[in-house]
């Protein structure tokens, strides 16, 4: 589906206009539309983390405590970051700053994020190393009349039931509006909406529930047996707690 069609959809099927005559309707206009459309892809996209929201970012290592946080992933989005080829590991900001106190000189890979800065271990890199972020990048809008929304990968040939939930949030908004005045109804559609994406969302919760991590923790429990235990030797024990090394 491309941007235009959804408007025309939004316009003709909700809204009960006829949007091959939209200069000359009095309610409402072309760019309402397409702000009403958009506004339904951010509800969309930020909903589940849909493949097609996940992104890459690359960076520089320098000599610093802290960097700025990716301008094009989302805050608190990253679930993944290497420097140099090296995973890692992201630990909650107090543990952080308690480990570097307790140990200044320590080459743990940690990261973690505070307010919009993520810091990285620098003891544990090289100065120059390039730096992989991984995480949700920020909404896309909608602008040109070909553009496709989000659950169209290719073509508007092809797409999910994710488009029309696009449409039924952009309906919503158009209820909610000054121009509609009607709240109510637009709450029952933006529950219709949801309902149609978290029926989308169900095969790939399930195709997430069905891949097994290898060599990564179920949940931070301490390594309670000191170096004497073999798990920790093993990197390709399923939950191993000391991944990293």
């Known amino acids: 589906m491309t941007f235009?069609?959804?408007?025309?959809?939004?316009?003709?099927r909700k809204l009960n206009g006829n949007y091959s005559d939209i200069s000359n309707n009095d309610l409402f206009s072309?760019?309402?539309?397409?702000?009403?459309?958009?506004?339904?892809?951010?509800?969309?996209?930020?909903?589940?983390?849909?493949?097609?929201?996940?992104?890459?970012?690359?960076?520089?290592?320098?000599?610093?405590?802290?960097?700025?946080?990716?301008?094009?992933?989302?805050?608190?989005?990253?679930?993944?970051?290497?420097?140099?080829?090296?995973?890692?590991?992201?630990?909650?900001?107090?543990?952080?700053l308690k480990y570097l106190e307790d140990n200044p000189t320590g080459t743990i890979r940690y990261w973690t994020e505070i307010e919009t800065y993520v810091f990285i271990n620098k003891n544990a890199y090289t100065i120059g190393n390039t730096i992989d972020f991984y995480g949700k990048k920020f909404p896309i809008t909608l602008s040109s009349t070909s553009d496709l929304l989000p659950f169209s990968p290719s073509?508007?040939?092809?797409?999910?039931?994710?488009?029309?939930?696009?449409?039924?949030?952009?309906?919503?908004?158009?209820l909610d509006s000054e121009k509609f005045k009607n709240p109510s109804q637009a709450e029952i559609e933006?529950?219709?909406?949801?309902?149609?994406?978290?029926?989308?969302?169900?095969p790939f919760k399930?195709?997430?529930?069905?891949?097994?991590?290898?060599?990564?923790?179920?949940?931070?429990?301490?390594?309670?047996?000191?170096?004497?235990?073999?798990?920790?030797?093993?990197?390709q024990y399923t939950g191993n707690f000391d991944y990293l090394n």
């Open 190 to 202: 933006r529950q219709k909406a949801y309902q149609t994406l978290n029926l989308l969302w169900e």
């Open 206 to 235: 399930q195709m997430k529930a069905n891949m097994q991590s290898q060599g990564r923790p179920m949940f931070n429990v301490p390594n309670f047996f000191g170096n004497g235990s073999n798990i920790k030797s093993n990197s």
């Open 4 to 12: 235009q069609e959804a408007k025309q959809h939004l316009c003709d």
């Open 30 to 96: 072309d760019t309402d539309l397409g702000e009403w459309i958009n506004l339904g892809v951010k509800k969309a996209w930020d909903f589940k983390p849909w493949p097609f929201t996940q992104g890459t970012q690359t960076a520089t290592s320098i000599d610093a405590e802290y960097y700025d946080h990716p301008p094009k992933l989302m805050n608190w989005s990253i679930y993944l970051l290497k420097v140099g080829g090296k995973e890692f590991k992201k630990i909650l900001p107090e543990d952080y």
């Open 155 to 174: 073509t508007d040939n092809y797409e999910h039931s994710g488009n029309e939930a696009i449409v039924q949030f952009a309906y919503a908004e158009a």
